[in-house]
């Protein structure tokens, strides 16, 4: 798909301005820009303050060229890089086996997955990764520590981390292993015979996963069926391919890739699919990214999914790797996705004063004003779908919103974010195997958890805590259920909360096929009481 330009075409193109007459103002604008260049690197090599050999002044000119081209996919990668590169893209890689996140800029452990080399070390969630082998893992984004901890199964990384309530770092080594975490961690029949798989990322056994678990529910007979793409970054193309020709007929375009030049390459449905016609909902947010938009817009596009919940990240941009001599490779942007429909989904990004890319459009695509201003589609069957970049859902559904007592209660406790996850996690620990799966979150459980944040030194005022016991059942309750019974009841508990979950299901009861579904979808937007 991603094939270096044949030495044919880039000579072709550059005969072409010698017959315009506009090769010699070409041929000068690039001596011109040659001189300038060897100039300033004879200056700086002779006169900075501070002696910086001639490799390392190219390496940095090198990354300076790939920066001004202000994409944040472009970058060069050094020898030791590209090999975490490979690693870490190969679908067989070596971890530790823990999920973290950003949290109060610092990488905090919010999973640690069982036998696996972090579990036997006593690594727990709510500690913070402080450093990988000899390097502080200060200022370093998520991709950074994950790159840094994968690597090759049976190599040693070692971490240490920060715990609270411990004066001194825990220091851990471990054995790289491979580790192997479904990508459909758990499936559910919900009310009314309707099955919900969640997607957590598009690895390289994905689709196949997914394909049992269809195979399954239809054999129980669900009559409807939730894919939950939401939080979903990505990953392998192909995975993205086959997954939706799990959904669509033989021969059905799923995507294009196109280059600068406008060569598209297609890539269509070639097998039979296992559930062509079950009733389906997926549901989107601002996480769904890169494969997950893929399946969502090819299914969008043909009128085999409707989409719920809110506008998508937008990551439509296919990256190439070129090898260079001395081991170096630069990942470079070569094209766009589009879906089946010509929408390209990369929605727009433009570099900032402080480096970081931000949306050139708001980050909500879902108002009224800003819909209208932007290109419309049509589906298979004639439905308005719309483009500009990312996916928009048929009906926008928004998670619930915080009250103002909630949300004053959650900021104070985010200053304390690493402790208050602790907390929780240990006193969950403490009742596992003490409460049933259809427990209660009762007061004298909230006020238990109040007490020990407060040993811990997090202050909250009563009166914020008792203004938002809602708020503080669902933290309480969410990680009860994850630590005594897993992600499966936590999710069937969460379920009656999850609003966007909620109208899917609504929908799914109420429609017997998916026609009815954008019927009942379309009558839903045109009723003031569902606009949010």
Do not use: C
């Not at 406008?262 to 009733?279: F, M, T, Y």
């Not at 483009?387 to 998670?399: E, F, H, Q, S």
């Amino acid at each position: 798909m991603n094939r270096p330009r044949k030495l044919l075409l880039v000579l072709t193109l550059l005969a072409t301005p010698l017959v315009a007459g506009g090769f010699v103002i070409q041929e000068r604008a690039t001596r011109d820009g040659v001189r300038l260049f060897e100039q300033v690197m004879s200056v700086v090599s002779d006169r900075f303050v501070d002696s910086v050999s001639a490799g390392v002044l190219y390496e940095k000119a090198a990354r300076g060229l790939l920066r001004e081209l202000k994409d944040p996919y472009t970058e060069l990668y050094t020898p030791k890089q590209l090999e975490a590169f490979n690693t870490t893209t190969g679908g067989f890689y070596g971890g530790v086996g823990m999920l973290i996140e950003e949290q109060e800029g610092s990488i905090l452990i919010s999973k640690v997955y069982p036998h696996t080399p972090a579990e036997e070390a006593g690594i727990l969630a709510g500690d913070r990764i402080i450093q990988v082998d000899t390097s502080s893992t200060s200022g370093w984004k998520i991709d950074q520590v994950s790159s840094r901890l994968k690597g090759e199964p049976g190599t040693k990384v070692t971490a240490k981390f920060a715990r609270p309530g411990w004066t001194e770092p825990i220091t851990a080594t471990f054995t790289r292993r491979v580790i192997r975490i479904p990508a459909v961690p758990f499936t559910l029949m919900l009310d009314g015979k309707i099955g919900y798989v969640p997607i957590n990322n598009f690895n390289e056994t994905v689709s196949s996963e997914l394909a049992q678990q269809l195979i399954r529910l239809q054999n129980e007979g669900a009559k409807g069926l939730v894919l939950d793409l939401r939080g979903n970054p990505g990953g392998f193309l192909d995975q993205a391919l086959e997954m939706s020709n799990l959904f669509l007929e033989r021969g059905r375009e799923i995507l294009s890739v196109r280059d600068r030049q406008g060569v598209s390459e297609l890539h269509k449905a070639e097998r039979d699919p296992i559930a062509p016609k079950i009733p389906m909902v997926i549901l989107t947010d601002n996480f769904t990214a890169s494969a997950s938009e893929i399946v969502a817009g090819a299914l969008q596009d043909h009128d085999r999914a409707l989409i719920v919940g809110t506008t998508s990240f937008g990551k439509g941009l296919v990256q190439s790797v070129y090898r260079l001599d001395g081991g170096y490779a630069i990942k470079l942007t070569t094209g766009k996705w589009y879906t089946p429909s010509g929408r390209s989904i990369q929605r727009e990004r433009k570099l900032a004063d402080d480096g970081q890319f931000v949306e050139v459009r708001p980050d909500s695509l879902e108002s009224d004003s800003a819909r209208r201003a932007r290109p419309q589609y049509k589906s298979d069957g004639g439905r308005v779908i719309f483009g500009g970049g990312a996916i928009t859902p048929d009906l926008i559904v928004r998670p619930d919103t915080l009250t103002a007592a909630e949300q004053k209660l959650a900021r104070t406790l985010g200053a304390k974010g690493q402790v208050v996850y602790l907390t929780l996690y240990d006193y969950a620990a403490s009742l596992k195997g003490k409460v049933a799966p259809d427990f209660a979150v009762t007061k004298a459980m909230t006020d238990d958890v109040y007490d020990r944040l407060q040993k811990k030194g997090v202050t909250v005022d009563r009166a914020d805590w008792d203004a938002a016991p809602d708020y503080i059942k669902r933290l309480v309750d969410v990680r009860i259920s994850l630590q005594a019974f897993g992600d499966s009841t936590a999710k069937r508990r969460e379920a009656l909360e999850d609003n966007q979950l909620q109208k899917a299901l609504e929908l799914l009861r109420k429609g017997q096929t998916q026609r009815d579904l954008f019927t009942l979808a379309s009558a839903s937007i045109a009723r003031p009481e569902t606009k949010r």
